[in-house]
T-cell receptor
Framework: DAKTTQPPSMDCAEGRAANLPCNHS???????VYWYRQIHSQGPQYIIH???NNETNEMASLIITEDRKSSTLILPHATLRDTAVYYC?????????????FGQGTELSVKP | NAGVTQTPKFQVLKTGQSMTLQCAQD?????MSWYRQDPGMGLRLIHY???????DQGEVPNGYNVSRSTTEDFPLRLLSAAPSQTSVYFC??????????????FGPGTRLLVL
């Protein structure tokens, strides 16, 4: 599985968009990009995933560059409850399911 | 659905004691996993299972045993607890089809302190 690089921390003003970057320059053609978040010692929560195309759901949007070497998770209107550690993970779909490898993640602080 | 449940929530052990951390899910998920999280760090995979009767090692399996006799349950056993096993333990489960394999549902965690 490809390695990911994320900034260790970011701040965002409440109500503004939070843009969390992730670098995965060694990603392979069949590897998906997944995003999870962990709110203060709770179990991680799935947010979104994608392969090539941009994706959007009720929680966030995922923008993947055309060369797939990086991606950005966008929380369109960040709230205080979005303060969490955000993990970007790349994985081959269907390869030994249940085996996520977490990095250090980005600690997002949403401030009033 | 209760989702993924873990017991106990907290546990204090003495070095050398054994115990079993329980994990159960009621979503009929085939895949289940155990992770540990040390302070200030990301999660590390201990063991995982792709179905009843099938288990495999993750990144940090030493000192832990698992078995998967039913789809619902995936207990984690510490045979002889050590202070280095002080951590928060998370259990997770997911479906077995396509990209949903990695859409994992996590339990609330078990906080373990080994003295």
């Amino acid at each position: 599985d490809a390695k990911t690089t994320q900034p260790p921390s970011m701040d965002c003003a409440e109500g503004r968009a939070a843009n969390l970057p992730c670098n995965h320059s060694t990603i392979s053609g069949n590897e998906y990009v997944y995003w999870y978040r962990q709110i203060h010692s709770q179990g991680p929560q799935y947010i979104i995933h994608g392969l090539k195309n941009n994706e959007t759901n009720e929680m966030a949007s995922l923008i993947i560059t055309e060369d797939r070497k990086s991606s950005t998770l966008i929380l369109p209107h960040a709230t205080l409850r979005d303060t969490a550690v955000y993990y970007c993970i790349v994985r081959v779909d269907g390869n030994q399911g249940g085996k996520l490898i977490f990095g250090q993640g980005t600690e997002l602080s949403v401030k009033p | 659905n209760a989702g993924v449940t873990q017991t106990p929530k907290f546990q204090v052990l003495k070095t050398g004691q054994s115990m079993t951390l329980q994990c159960a899910q009621d979503m009929n998920h085939e895949y289940m996993s155990w992770y540990r999280q040390d302070p200030g760090m990301g999660l590390r995979l201990i063991h995982y299972s792709v179905g009843a009767g099938i288990t495999d090692q993750g990144e940090v399996p030493n000192g832990y045993n698992v078995s998967r006799s039913t789809t619902e349950d995936f207990p984690l056993r510490l045979l002889s607890a050590a202070p280095s096993q002080t951590s928060v333990y998370f259990c997770a489960s997911s479906y077995s089809h396509g990209a949903t394999q990695e859409t994992q549902y996590f339990g609330p965690g078990t906080r373990l302190l080994v003295l």
